[in-house]
């Protein structure tokens, strides 16, 4: 199984609904992280958290929202959905570091268009 | 704030031979971390090897190695014996001593020819 599952893994919906995107772990890391993938843009940073209670904007926060229900969830809400929100996002998680920088681990993937 | 190119949109390279993809990046720091990430077509994002600016060893993990260059904000990835399923976006990635938010390039397309 994977350790950051993210769902769904693709999804097709219309302008002005509302989308969740949901992110689990089994990894036991504190930090996670949502990112969107545009083409000849590499990622973008949207939100993170470092526990349930610490939750951050990224670079471009703006028109999403997000949930840490649990160490292990994190999700991502479009509250209104954009044509130009379509992309590929990206749930990571990381653990806190010792004396070496801890990468970030990823989902999947959420394939997202958005009509 | 910190940057990171990637000159390089895409680059090919004959199976078994060795090719080197570029990173520069741009930052005011002297502590940080860098990483290059490998997205295969299946489009999963995977760790490729991992650099600590305060070594001054290269970084290398079987088949793939850094050539790291502090004063020339350089990190490039050289991979030796090309395998088809090296083809991949590779992307560069910096990330500060005090902030975990990863800056990322924008990607170079790796093709193998077989």
């Given at each position: 199984d994977a350790d950051v599952t993210q769902t769904p893994r693709n999804r097709i919906t219309k302008t002005g609904k509302r989308i969740m995107l949901e992110c689990s772990q089994t990894?036991?890391?504190d930090r996670m992280y949502w990112y969107r993938q545009d083409p000849g843009l590499g990622l973008r940073l949207i939100y993170y958290s470092f526990d349930v209670k610490d939750i951050n904007k990224g670079e471009i926060s703006d028109g999403y929202s997000v949930s840490?229900?649990?160490?292990a969830k994190f999700s991502l809400s479009l509250e209104s959905a954009i044509p130009n929100q379509t992309a590929l996002y990206f749930c990571a998680t990381s653990d806190r570091d010792n004396q070496y920088g801890q990468p970030q681990h990823f989902g999947d993937g959420t394939r997202l268009s958005i009509l | 704030a910190q940057t990171v190119t990637q000159s390089q949109p895409e680059m090919s390279v004959q199976e078994a031979e060795t090719v080197t993809l570029s990173c520069t990046y741009d930052t005011s720091e002297s502590d940080y971390y860098l990483f290059w990430y490998k997205q295969p077509p299946s489009r999963q994002m995977i760790l490729v090897i991992r650099q600590e600016a305060y070594k001054q060893q290269n970084a290398t993990e079987n088949r793939f190695s850094v050539n790291f260059q502090k004063a020339a904000k350089s990190f490039s990835l050289k991979i030796s014996d090309?395998?088809?399923?090296?083809a991949a976006m590779y992307f560069c990635a910096y990330r500060s001593y005090s902030n975990y938010q990863l800056i990322w390039g924008a990607g170079t397309k790796l093709i193998i020819k077989p």
């Amino acid at each position: 199984d994977a350790d950051v599952t993210q769902t769904p893994r693709n999804r097709i919906t219309k302008t002005g609904k509302r989308i969740m995107l949901e992110c689990s772990q089994t990894k036991g890391h504190d930090r996670m992280y949502w990112y969107r993938q545009d083409p000849g843009l590499g990622l973008r940073l949207i939100y993170y958290s470092f526990d349930v209670k610490d939750i951050n904007k990224g670079e471009i926060s703006d028109g999403y929202s997000v949930s840490r229900q649990a160490q292990a969830k994190f999700s991502l809400s479009l509250e209104s959905a954009i044509p130009n929100q379509t992309a590929l996002y990206f749930c990571a998680t990381s653990d806190r570091d010792n004396q070496y920088g801890q990468p970030q681990h990823f989902g999947d993937g959420t394939r997202l268009s958005i009509l | 704030a910190q940057t990171v190119t990637q000159s390089q949109p895409e680059m090919s390279v004959q199976e078994a031979e060795t090719v080197t993809l570029s990173c520069t990046y741009d930052t005011s720091e002297s502590d940080y971390y860098l990483f290059w990430y490998k997205q295969p077509p299946s489009r999963q994002m995977i760790l490729v090897i991992r650099q600590e600016a305060y070594k001054q060893q290269n970084a290398t993990e079987n088949r793939f190695s850094v050539n790291f260059q502090k004063a020339a904000k350089s990190f490039s990835l050289k991979i030796s014996d090309s395998q088809l399923g090296d083809a991949a976006m590779y992307f560069c990635a910096y990330r500060s001593y005090s902030n975990y938010q990863l800056i990322w390039g924008a990607g170079t397309k790796l093709i193998i020819k077989p």
